[in-house]
């Protein structure tokens, strides 16, 4: 079969149905009477409310059907990777990746011997050949061309039932819940294409504040896939001097006129360090992907980088919605402030810190660009104090499980052991700690509702060496306050 001719056969394929078969056929006559007595019925309600405005018309497709919803099923992952660092990438795969609920696929350059877990990842692919794409970029790769070809290549699969293609590098981690929860807020027959920016703000200027960064992941709905694969390969080949894939897939979706919808929960983590300052202060929305695993320390320390993840998904399954999420409360019996980073790590101060310097991140981290200083984020930082006092006691996430009488999550959180310097504060030292417990009910319609942060209560311990705190809603008139 010619190239034209598979074309063919996958768009048969991938028409459907036609829409018209979804109604039983009915008598014309039939159709014309309930015509007649509609349209009477719509005249004589319009005169009588012509003056009150119809103010339930909705924007778009509201999906209220939980039938209709976006699921997991909806979604094609499309993985880029390479033959050459598959063996050791692969295991950030298998922490989010479910081949029984899951459609994916990873893409590589070229083959690789296959080997027995690879029924626990998506199936592999090799690319298309691109040798007949122009690539001039003196820094970058020509793999760009590639991997920027692959939501075209994944829709030539023609698989039924797609609703969003999800791009991912093979070291991003999804928390697959929170991206289902962040798509179902898009109709997926429009032409989206969702993701977030890097955290440099020298990177955003270099590439562009338009762009969905690729590591971070992205979103492209089926239509948009649809219109890009027909002018992808020409759109290309006018901009052989791009660097990446993802400045390539922005170029493109410029000359569709589709601009980048910000979601700020997926992670590009352009960043240098230890992620403690960007996790502890999480934006009020749900966390989406990590990416960079390889670049920055494992996110709990003492341990691997895939140990740390496996760690992260403990949380992850008993209330995704709720992951690193942050809460601000004050114990004030003793004049701590308490930042608690659901299923991460929960940070004790001494002295009083306001919810608006909490939220900020603490700048833990370095930049991409390493001689560049704390203006070129993307977003407000804060610097680590530099008085002896207010250096952080961090608690680590350790382990949780459910209590089924009591309907709650019981996390708990255990103190890092690192020298404190001195501090001459005539106050309670957090250092008399040893672990943070953690109550908090499941909320998995957390972001049904508007984005709040959760409130956080210190409450009587009755074991020595431990603090308890209860997470949740904020009760009515509850405010982060002294
Ligand atoms: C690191 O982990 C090892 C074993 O897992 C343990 O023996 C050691 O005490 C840990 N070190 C710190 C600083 O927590
Ligand atoms: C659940 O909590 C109750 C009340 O604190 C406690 O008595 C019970 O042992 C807990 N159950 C489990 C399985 O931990
Ligand atoms: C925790 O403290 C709050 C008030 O500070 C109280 O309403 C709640 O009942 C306490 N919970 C437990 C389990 O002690």
Same mark, same amino acid.
């Given at each position: 079969?010619g190239?034209?001719?598979?074309?063919?056969? *996958?768009?048969?394929?991938? $028409?459907?149905?036609?829409i018209? %078969?979804h109604?039983?056929?009915?008598?014309? *006559?039939l159709?014309?009477?309930?015509?007649?007595?509609?349209?009477?019925?719509?005249?004589?309600?319009?005169?009588?409310? %012509?003056t009150?405005?119809?103010?339930?018309?909705? #924007?778009?497709?509201?999906?209220?059907?939980?039938?209709?919803?976006?699921?997991?099923?909806?979604?094609?992952?499309?993985?880029?990777?390479?033959?050459?660092?598959?063996?050791?990438?692969?295991?950030?795969?298998?922490?989010?990746?479910?081949?029984r !609920?899951?459609?994916?696929?990873?893409?590589?350059?070229?083959?690789i011997?296959p080997?027995?877990? !690879?029924?626990?990842?998506?199936?592999?692919?090799?690319?298309?050949?691109?040798?007949?794409?122009?690539?001039?970029?003196?820094?970058?790769?020509?793999?760009?061309?590639?991997?920027s070809?692959i939501?075209?290549?994944?829709?030539?699969?023609?698989?039924?039932?797609?609703?969003?293609?999800?791009?991912?590098?093979?070291?991003?981690?999804?928390?697959?819940?929170?991206l *289902?929860?962040?798509?179902?807020?898009y109709?997926?027959?429009?032409?989206? @294409?969702i993701?977030?920016?890097?955290?440099?703000?020298?990177?955003?200027?270099?590439?562009?504040?338009?762009?969905?960064?690729?590591?971070?992941?992205?979103?492209?709905?089926?239509?948009?896939?649809?219109?890009?694969?027909?002018?992808?390969d020409r759109?290309?080949?006018?901009?052989?001097?791009l660097?990446?894939?993802?400045?390539?897939?922005?170029a493109?979706?410029?000359?569709?006129?589709?601009?980048?919808?910000?979601?700020?929960?997926?992670?590009?983590?352009?960043?240098?360090?230890?992620?403690?300052?960007?996790?502890?202060?999480?934006?009020?929305?749900?966390? +989406?992907?990590l990416?960079?695993?390889?670049? +920055? !320390? =494992?996110?709990?320390?003492?341990?691997?980088r895939v140990?740390?993840?496996? $760690?992260?998904?403990?949380?992850?399954?008993?209330?995704?919605?709720?992951?690193?999420?942050?809460?601000?409360? @004050?114990?004030?019996s003793?004049?701590?402030?308490?930042?608690v980073?659901?299923?991460f790590?929960v940070? *004790?101060?001494?002295?009083?810190?306001? #919810?608006?310097?909490?939220?900020?991140? %603490?700048?833990?981290?370095?930049?991409?660009? $390493?001689r560049?200083?704390?203006?070129?984020?993307?977003?407000?930082?804060? =610097?680590?104090? $530099?008085?002896?006092?207010?250096?952080?006691?961090?608690?680590?996430?350790?382990?949780?499980?459910?209590?089924?009488?009591?309907?709650?999550?019981?996390?708990? @959180?255990?103190?890092?052991?690192? =020298?404190h310097p001195?501090?001459?504060?005539?106050?309670a030292?957090?250092?008399?700690?040893?672990?943070?417990?953690?109550?908090?009910?499941?909320? #998995?319609?957390?972001?049904?509702?508007?984005?709040?942060?959760?409130?956080?209560? +210190?409450?009587?311990?009755?074991?020595?060496?431990?603090?308890?705190?209860?997470v949740?809603m904020?009760?009515?008139?509850?405010?982060?306050?002294?």
């Open positions: 079969m190239e034209k001719e598979t074309e063919k056969a *996958i768009w048969e394929q991938m $028409r459907g149905p036609p018209a %078969s109604h039983p056929t009915i008598p014309k *006559i159709l014309l009477l309930i015509l007649f007595v509609s349209l009477t019925y719509v005249v004589y309600t319009l005169k009588l409310v %012509s009150s405005r119809a103010c339930n018309h909705l #924007p778009f497709a509201t999906q209220t059907d939980p039938e209709d919803r976006t699921a997991l099923r909806h979604v094609v992952f499309g993985i880029a990777a390479s033959a050459k660092l598959w063996n050791q990438r692969k295991n950030y795969i298998k922490l989010w990746y479910r081949p !609920e899951m459609r994916g696929v990873v893409w590589l350059d070229q083959n011997t080997e027995p877990d !690879e029924d626990s990842l998506p199936p592999v692919r090799i690319s298309g050949d691109t040798a007949r794409f122009k690539y001039t970029n003196r820094q970058g790769h020509r793999s760009a061309i590639r991997i070809r939501v075209s290549e994944t829709l030539r699969l023609g698989l039924k039932d797609v609703r969003w293609f999800v791009m991912g590098d093979d070291d991003t981690v999804f928390v697959t819940e929170n *289902i929860r962040v798509l179902r807020k109709d997926h027959n429009q032409f989206y @294409y993701g977030s920016l890097s955290e440099s703000h020298l990177q955003n200027i270099f590439f562009s504040y338009n762009m969905a960064y690729g590591g971070g992941g992205f979103a492209i709905s089926y239509p948009l896939a649809k219109a890009l694969y027909k002018m992808q759109c290309i080949q006018r901009y052989p001097a660097y990446g894939s993802d400045d390539r897939m922005q493109c979706m410029a000359e569709l006129g589709v601009p980048l919808t910000k979601e700020i929960g997926f992670h590009q983590y352009d960043v240098y360090g230890n992620l403690l300052g960007l996790l502890a202060s999480h934006p009020v929305t749900p966390l +989406v992907s990416h960079h695993l390889d670049v +920055v !320390e =494992p996110i709990f320390p003492n341990m691997s140990q740390a993840l496996e $760690r992260l998904t403990i949380p992850m399954k008993l209330d995704s919605a709720g992951l690193m999420q942050q809460s601000i409360c @004050y114990d004030t003793k004049s701590w402030t308490v930042s980073s659901w299923g790590a940070q *004790i101060f001494r002295g009083v810190f306001s #919810p608006r310097e909490m939220e900020m991140p %603490s700048r833990t981290f370095l930049n991409w660009y $390493r560049a200083d704390y203006t070129a984020y993307a977003f407000n930082t804060r =610097p680590v104090s $530099r008085n002896p006092c207010q250096k952080p006691f961090v608690f680590y996430f350790s382990k949780a499980k459910y209590n089924s009488t009591m309907h709650q999550i019981v996390s708990e @959180y255990e103190r890092h052991r690192v =020298p001195d501090c001459r504060w005539k106050m030292n957090p250092a008399a700690l040893d672990k943070v417990e953690v109550y908090k009910k499941p909320d #998995p319609h957390l972001w049904d509702r508007a984005p709040r942060r959760n409130c956080c209560r +210190v409450n009587k311990s009755r074991e020595k060496g431990t603090m308890v705190i209860h949740g904020c009760s009515e008139g509850e405010v982060s306050e002294t």
